[in-house]
């Protein structure tokens, strides 16, 4: 485990997921190593603390303290408190732990030495559930949580309401009203999650604002009709748009033919129309099922033209790939290249003209893998054996008396060099 987390933090230290088009270090973990979403954020999270935690980095070396006391241990260590963290750790169980680390990061939020708006502890998260449901989970300020409830009050009144169907509705419009309850029931939910957005300030899961902005980008047709170069274009205001995201944009547009005269003046406009007919962008979600990208899956995504559209690219299934907004970018603007193989695969080339693996490539050991790993301890200098990682525990830890020293160790006052906790504060 130790190994482990130290070539995660070395790996995202030299940024190696970025050159295979990964969201992040945590992605690539998931994508290449087959860890949760939420455990490769853990690991990452670990290993970037035990870089700067040279002690508890050692004691997991040697087999002293186990992962998940590590996990713990690093969501309150620093260099000064480090020494009494590990004292702990190696003295109580990994429950008992957890337990004194969360009693005093809540006092310390609670006398004002962390913020009470820390982004671990605030977050809104959704989960499609096996029975169709939407499962909304949140944690929030009391401030955010009334705006919240508040929310779902409304909701379920007008749920309430909307349930009241009177007995002479025919089956015909009894089944259209349902539907619509669903669609207004999904709706909501959105619009919940919206609302825990805007109260936390940033962006919440996969889920943003409902409310539509439209740019008009104007494109001449002679830019389209040029060679390999990508079309000028621009904004209403004048501003220019770099090719490669003219490019992007006319992947999955909709498009409004304007015909003009020599001197500008307005000839005639055609119908609006989009890029990637409807019928056919249901048929290529229904297909991809989200972000084509290796280890990428995101739902939310554009339709993009392997044959690039203004190229001439064919409008069909078989010219398109779902991509999610990043990845997109990275084709038209970052210079990475789709290519179609043989099989009707696709292969994504980066802009050195390396491929993008598909498969993980796993090493071999040769003879006995207990052998190979007590050779590789004993040349490591690590005694593991049945007593090493041991709690010294006795079953009735002190956690006033814990998180109290670790509050002198972190913050002591200058009149008497010791932090005043309250016996209500220790004991919640």
Sequence with gaps: MHRL??????????????PQGALSCAHWLTWRIGFDIGAAR?????????????????????????????????????????????????????????????KYRRVMRVEGFLPVDDPAFRFVRRRDTATGMVQVTAQLLPEEAAIVMKALEIARERLSESAEVSAGTSTTGLRRRLAAERRESADRVDGLLWLAEAALGGKVGDVSPASPVEVVVHVDQAELDQGDRGPDSSLDDGRSIEPESTERLLCDAAVVRVVEDARGSLLDVGRRTRSIPTPIKRALRARDG???????????????????????????????????????????????????????????????????PTHDVRGVIHGDAIEVLRADLADAGINIDASTAHPHSMGTPDYGAAVEALIRKHVPKPDCGEADVSAETLEG
């Excluded at 040697?62 to 190696?90: C, F, H, I, Q």
């Excluded at 995504?301 to 398109?320: E, P, Q």
């Design 290 to 356: 989200g972000c084509r990208f290796p280890g990428c899956g995101r739902q939310r995504t554009d339709g993009h033209h392997i044959v690039r559209w203004s190229k001439g690219g064919a409008t069909s299934l078989g010219n398109l790939v779902s991509l999610c907004r990043r990845h997109h970018r990275f084709v038209h603007e970052a210079g990475w290249r789709i290519e179609t193989s043989e099989r009707g695969g696709l292969r994504f080339c980066d802009t050195f003209g390396s491929y993008v």
């Design 5 to 18: 987390l130290r070539c995660i933090r070395r790996f995202d230290e030299a940024g190696g997921w970025v």
């Design 42 to 102: 853990e690991h990452v999270r670990v290993a970037r603390a035990l870089g700067g935690l040279p002690r508890i980095d050692e004691a997991l070396r040697l087999g002293k303290v186990s992962y998940s006391k590590v996990r713990a241990l690093t969501r309150a260590a620093d260099p000064g408190n480090e020494a009494t963290l590990l004292e702990w750790a190696e003295n109580s169980t990994g429950a008992e732990l957890e337990k004194v680390i969360a």
